[in-house]
């Protein structure tokens, strides 16, 4: 048979943007609805694997380097990611931050690195994305609301860049700071949460490979809604923890403020790791349901990561520190 | 036509149909993948939504409206709404006993047991059972008026809990549902007495006086 993997050509070279954006109007109106099922099933460049999904504006990557980290779980669809999100700096409704981001413009961007490092100082975007090759890896994300998604992200390891800073001995953690400036992110306006966003990891956390600064998703950049240009994914540990928009990073001697444990420190600890034996004060954090699905599924401890990950807690109560 | 007449024969089915609205929106919005990403939540937040807005509106917002326009008529769209508040209600139980617990009887109670805003929510619906049950005639002659009345009372407490029920599930952002409080509080008062809900009307205090004065011209 002569159809092989959909790989050596990317798609983008074949199909402009446009039309590619249109494609599920196009195989609506021309009526080749059962051609796009077809091919889905056949893995061909309709399915969602092998096509890079840009938001208006965002450039896709060209060749990305695929990382052994990856799931092979089914990914998430573009439109769900993209259109679901809690952003709250652009509302707090799911839908508010596709609406209100569009006119967020994201360059020059810059990153002011501070606290128990030899190399402070404020680095342009470019500066620090230089030294790294950018790769695709496929996580799990699980939200403290009981949902979940699997999302292609484009990135590198976070402690790869923290390295560069130079931390001291000093630095027992490091915490992260999103934009602040209601004029940019509307959602600002309203006091909802103490602004600007804060999270934090301890160092050996930070220093994780699977931890990692993202910058693009679906083989392209960021869109704006998902925390362009610059944001953290620590697949396992709850979602608020991957704080997006970076704009601020520092080293700290003391456990940091994050945003949510400041909020209400019974519902959301420090940690927050994903752990279906301790619930949310308000809901069970068993089962979860992945977007797209009907019914949930098992939430599986440090979101199916433990392998890798179990070894930082030894020792520590997750009931206590949860 | 009188105007008791207008009202149950032309009003009432009209309001039937538009009282189905929301869920014919939900079911095409359903059919043509306009749910959302997360189309359960989508089913149960507006499910239970229109469950909260009817009652308010059925338990609250009847009588004070009889009592500013003077067309006492209007009661007899209230049992039907009543009815749809409840149908709404338990489409966003069934939500969520199928989707979210797939029928599981004891995950359900353990959330109704651990979970203060099932708890809530929970009570607040069982209670509406018994209202729509006795929602006939038959039923209204069987019970006999003063029974009948006084079991519909609860429907206050059903309304009160709707609103704690969302403003306990909510992980930050209060606003809606403390509108929904407001509206209750707002419409709880035109339920004191006139000279008591003088005292606490505050800023809404021309409103108030505008009813009681409507209420004297009435008496009169």
Redesign the interface.
């Known amino acids: 048979m002569l159809i092989k993997k959909p790989a050596d050509i990317k798609p983008s070279e074949i199909t402009d943007q446009n039309t590619y954006l249109n494609r599920r109007a196009f195989i609506r109106d021309s009526g080749l609805l059962g051609v796009g099922i077809a091919a889905s099933v056949m893995g061909l460049p309709w399915s969602k694997q092998s096509w890079a999904e840009a938001a208006p504006g965002k450039r896709v990557y060209p060749a990305l380097a695929k990382s052994n980290f990856s799931t092979d779980e089914k990914l998430t669809?573009f439109?769900?990611?993209t259109?679901?999100c809690n952003f709250?700096e652009f509302g707090?409704r799911?839908?508010d931050p596709k609406e209100n981001s569009q006119a967020f413009v994201t360059s020059p961007w810059s990153v002011t690195v501070d606290g128990a490092c030899e190399k402070p100082g404020t680095y342009t975007l470019e500066d620090i994305l230089k030294p790294h090759t950018l790769e695709e890896r496929i996580y799990r994300l699980r939200c403290v609301?009981a949902?979940s998604m699997v999302i292609p992200w484009v990135g590198f390891s976070l402690g790869d860049a923290l390295k560069r800073f130079q931390p001291t001995s000093k630095a027992k953690y490091v915490s992260f700071y999103t934009l602040h400036d209601a004029e940019r992110m509307p959602g600002q306006k309203?006091r909802?949460?103490e602004w600007p966003y804060r999270e934090g990891l301890r160092i050996d956390e930070a220093m994780h490979p699977l931890a990692m600064l993202a910058v693009g998703m679906y083989g392209a950049e960021l869109p704006n809604q998902n925390g362009a240009p610059l944001r953290l994914v620590v697949p396992w540990k709850y979602g608020f923890k991957s704080i997006k928009s970076i704009v601020r990073i520092s080293f700290t001697e003391e456990e940091p403020v994050s945003t949510w444990n400041q909020?209400q420190p019974s519902e959301y600890g420090f940690y927050s790791n994903v752990n279906p034996t301790v619930?949310h004060s308000?809901?069970?954090q068993k089962k979860e349901?992945r977007?797209?699905n009907?019914?949930?599924q098992e939430t599986l401890m440090f979101n199916g990561y433990a392998d890798q990950v179990a070894s930082l807690y030894s020792g520590m109560d997750l009931k206590k520190f949860f | 036509m009188t105007r008791g007449q207008f009202i149950s024969r032309v009003i009432k089915p009209v309001l039937f149909l538009v009282l189905l609205l929301p869920l014919a929106l939900l079911v095409e919005q359903g059919f043509s993948d306009n749910l959302?990403?997360?189309?359960?939540?989508t089913i149960t937040h507006q499910t239970g939504l229109w469950a909260l807005r009817l009652l308010l509106l059925l338990t609250l917002a009847i009588t004070p409206l009889c009592k500013l326009t003077r067309i006492s008529e209007l009661v007899r769209l209230r049992r039907m709404i009543g009815v749809y508040s409840f149908f709404y209600a338990l489409l966003h139980f069934m939500t969520y006993a199928v989707?979210?617990h797939?029928f599981d009887m004891t995950?359900i109670l353990?959330?109704v047991v651990?979970?203060?805003?099932v708890t809530v929510g929970f009570s607040a619906f069982l209670m509406l059972i018994p209202l729509a049950a006795t929602s006939t005639n038959g039923m209204i002659k069987r019970l006999g008026g003063k029974r009948w009345k006084r079991l519909h009372k609860l429907v206050y407490l059903c309304g009160l809990g709707g609103v704690i029920h969302y403003l306990?599930?909510v992980?930050?952002?209060v606003?809606s549902p403390l509108n929904y409080l407001a509206i209750f509080i707002v419409l709880m008062l035109f339920r004191l007495p006139d000279h008591v809900r003088e005292k606490f009307t505050g800023p809404l205090r021309s409103f108030g006086q505008r009813s009681s004065q409507l209420l004297k011209e009435e008496k009169s």
Request: hydrophobic share 35%.
């Open positions: 669809d439109d769900d990611a259109s679901y709250y707090t799911k839908s609301e949902w309203r909802v949460l909020v619930d308000r809901w069970s349901r977007i797209g009907w019914l949930k | 959302g990403a997360n189309p359960v939540e989707l979210d797939s995950a353990e959330d651990k979970r203060p805003y306990w599930l992980k930050a952002d606003l």
